[in-house]
């Protein structure tokens, strides 16, 4: 989009490792909504299909120690910080072997250990906290950096503009960004904000801001790596909107009657892997039986996933009352 | 609760839909807000066909943006409007806080502007929505002064109540059980009608054990009678209907009558509207009580999501049945 991307500074071990990761979330959420299709799965569920080159391309950016506060539809990012299929899915089934060990649902996971911060659905609520959690890196003088992001609905909310300002007056090592798959649920870009480009927004907080195709994954990797490069540097925020479409409705009970169907049509021809198989195959670094042999290892992946989840056991109910208050091993 | 309506019933659901069609038809005050409200009809489709209807000025897509909106909605209200604006779950309610309770409470008090809002609140567990999509908000507004708090249990409520509350010169929280959408079923007369705010319902007439309770709880309490009555235990039960203003008197003339209380809600324990009731009896019918007042109640856990610690969560017919002897023994 409005930034040249040479792909060439990606090596080919790690593109074809973002491909893998393309693959495991594609399979991986494709299993969920077959699931939640034979009413499985508890509760609703939320998936990436057509965004999953920005959570593989961000997380592929990050150092071990660097930390995430993910929006709802980045399963990737999850994936690559050491979640496992059949954690996630056990999240899904409300096991006990799901990272909230049944007490929440779907991607509304977190693992402080992992360097993920736990999702909060009031969108934008964990904005402020990705702030926070770079300013503890601030004040103790570590090079960790924090990204941090929501939707272009959620970029409507005071939290969002409260962090920004916050950001950027502290000059935080943080990367907001905005998975603009232009709709909020069923409202439309044009009903949620006066401006075309979110990016926009960036400029009344004096943050540098840049227009990333979302669909393409080694632009994200390419635009989170510099940004993420600059806030180590310690230069400060930066924010990134990644363009791209919601293929699937909001969750899959959702038919998304309300976006034209060439739109979608347009999207699809864009779809992330397709995307990143043809970029691959440009550069020489794969071709078709290399792309089976990947897809196969990570479909191999979630069927284990689905097994683990389905072995594992639901909580009981009084362990409802575990859990309100740290203790002292919690402490870290 | 079964889940197909009979001949001539609606669903909770409908009556409310039909209470907010109805509004707006005779005052063109009236006016609705909120996310996914327009083309969609509403996370729930409440708002189903009023857009077409009525256009774009009175169904209002907003931006994703619950204090901003609430306090257009307020600006709107103090200039005359009649908004209702619909949160598309309770939960994200605490996004208003702010607007709710420091300016549309404290308005009125404050330089005498009236604040005539609506603010429909889907709360309330049992579908497996997890700690974001279940919760029950009402005691953080019960405490305070300013705003309405009304949660009808039945159809023929929910559509008065709502129209009550569109009618009413205050900021109304409805709060409507997302349970009983399409599980409470009944029939509405076909002619205009209010619940007025501040009304409790004796849903049941019984001698030995008043049950104090709201929303969904209402249906769990009548069930609880049905098992009780082959012991031959009595129960009234009191559908609040209205949390502010409350209605203490026929809580005190029930209580005052059976002597024992049950307060049930589906709210967490701890500093609920069920403590405050509790906290009246003891300071207003000391003598009339023949045993310890009794609370049934979530535990103070945030509301979980996976089935068994949901269904360990919320209040149970059987918590009731065995209150209910225990307190008999008395
Ligand atoms: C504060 C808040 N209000 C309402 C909701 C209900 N809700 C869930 S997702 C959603 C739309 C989100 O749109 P966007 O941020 O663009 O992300 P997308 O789901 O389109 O990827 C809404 C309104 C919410 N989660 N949080």
């Known amino acids: 989009m409005d930034v040249a991307v040479d792909v060439t500074e990606i090596k080919r071990a790690d593109l074809l490792q973002m491909y893998y990761y393309l693959r495991l979330t594609r399979g991986l959420e494709d ?30 950016a990050l150092e071990r120690d660097d930390v995430i506060a993910p929006f709802h539809r980045d399963m990737g990012a999850f994936l690559i910080r050491g979640i496992t299929p059949g954690e996630v899915l056990a999240q899904y089934l409300g096991k006990r072997t799901g990272p909230t060990k049944g007490k929440d649902g779907n991607v509304h996971m ?42 272009d609905g959620g970029t409507s909310r005071g939290d969002f503009h409260e962090a920004m300002n916050f950001a950027a007056v502290r000059m935080l090592p943080v990367v907001l960004f905005c998975t603009n798959n232009q709709y909020a649920y069923s409202t439309p870009l044009r009903l949620q904000m006066a401006i075309p480009d979110v990016v926009d927004r960036a400029k009344a907080y ?110 009981e109910g009084p362990e409802v009352l575990e859990g309100v208050f740290a203790d002292s091993a919690d402490d870290h | ?34 996310e996914d409200i327009g083309a969609y009809g509403g996370a729930f489709r409440i708002t189903e066909g009023l857009l077409e209807k009525y256009g774009e000025w009175r169904v209002l897509d907003t931006p994703l943006a619950e204090s901003g909106f609430v306090g257009a909605a307020i600006g709107a209200a103090m200039m005359g409007m009649r908004p209702v604006v619909e949160m598309q779950f309770a939960d994200f309610i605490s996004c208003a806080f702010d607007q709710i309770t420091e300016v549309a409470a404290k308005n009125h008090y404050r330089w005498g502007a009236a604040v005539p809002l609506v603010i429909r609140a889907p709360f309330g567990g049992g579908i497996h929505g997890g700690p974001f999509h279940s919760e029950c908000p009402e005691g953080w507004f019960f405490h305070s002064p300013g705003l309405k708090l009304v949660a009808p249990s039945t159809p023929y409520d929910a559509k008065g ?3 009550a509350a569109i009618r009413d010169p205050n900021p109304v929280l409805y709060f409507e059980h997302k349970f009983l959408y399409r599980r409470a079923k009944g029939t509405l ?14 849903k049941l007439v019984g001698r030995d054990i008043s049950v104090i309770t709201y929303g969904a709880m209402v249906h769990l309490a009548l069930e609880a009678a049905q098992v009780l009555a082959n012991d031959g235990i009595a129960l009234e039960v009191i559908d609040l209907r209205t949390l502010i203003p ?74 009731i049945v065995a209150a209910a002897r225990k307190l008999k023994e008395y």
């Open chain 1, 206 to 315: 004096g943050m540098p801001g840049e227009i990333v195709d979302g669909n393409d994954v080694a632009a994200v990797y390419l635009a989170a790596t510099r940004a993420v490069a600059r806030a180590r540097a310690g230069l400060g925020p930066a924010f990134l909107e990644f363009k791209t479409m919601r293929m699937h409705g909001h969750s899959e009970h959702d038919p998304a009657k309300y976006v034209p169907r060439e739109l979608l049509e347009e999207w699809k021809k864009r779809d992330p892997i397709l995307k990143a198989e043809h970029l691959l195959t440009q550069l020489g670094y794969g071709d078709i039986t290399l792309f089976q042999e990947i897809t196969e290892r990570a479909n191999k992946e979630v069927e284990a996933g689905v097994e683990f989840a389905e072995q594992s056991p639901l909580p």
């Open chain 2, 246 to 319: 409350l209605d203490t008197d026929t809580i005190f003339e029930s209580v005052g009558k059976t002597s024992k209380a049950i307060i049930l809600h589906e709210d967490n324990k701890t500093g609920g509207v069920g403590a405050e009731i509790a906290a009246l009896l003891a300071e207003q019918c000391f003598d009339q009580l023949d045993g310890p007042i009794m609370r049934i109640a979530a535990p103070d856990t945030p509301v979980p999501f996976s089935t068994p610690l949901e269904e360990f969560f919320l209040p149970k017919t059987g918590d």
């Open chain 2, 1 to 34: 609760m079964t889940t197909t309506p009979a001949a001539g019933e609606v669903t909770y659901l409908e009556a409310i839909s039909q209470a907010l069609d109805e509004e707006m038809a005779r005052d063109e005050r009236v006016f609705l807000m909120g």
């Open chain 1, 110 to 151: 977190g693992d402080i250990k992992r360097g993920i911060i736990g999702f909060v659905s009031h969108l934008a609520d964990n904005l402020p906290v990705a702030t926070g959690v770079a300013l503890a890196f601030k004040i103790r003088g570590e090079h960790r950096v924090v990204f941090a992001g929501t939707g």
């Open chain 2, 189 to 202: 007369p076909e002619e205009d009608y209010v619940v007025p705010i501040g009304k409790a319902d004796v």
């Open chain 1, 31 to 60: 299993r969920i909504t077959a699931l939640y299709r034979q009413g499985r799965i508890v509760g609703g569920c939320y998936t990436s299909h057509g965004m999953e080159a920005i959570a593989v391309g961000y997380a592929s």
């Open chain 2, 161 to 163: 109540l709502l129209k």
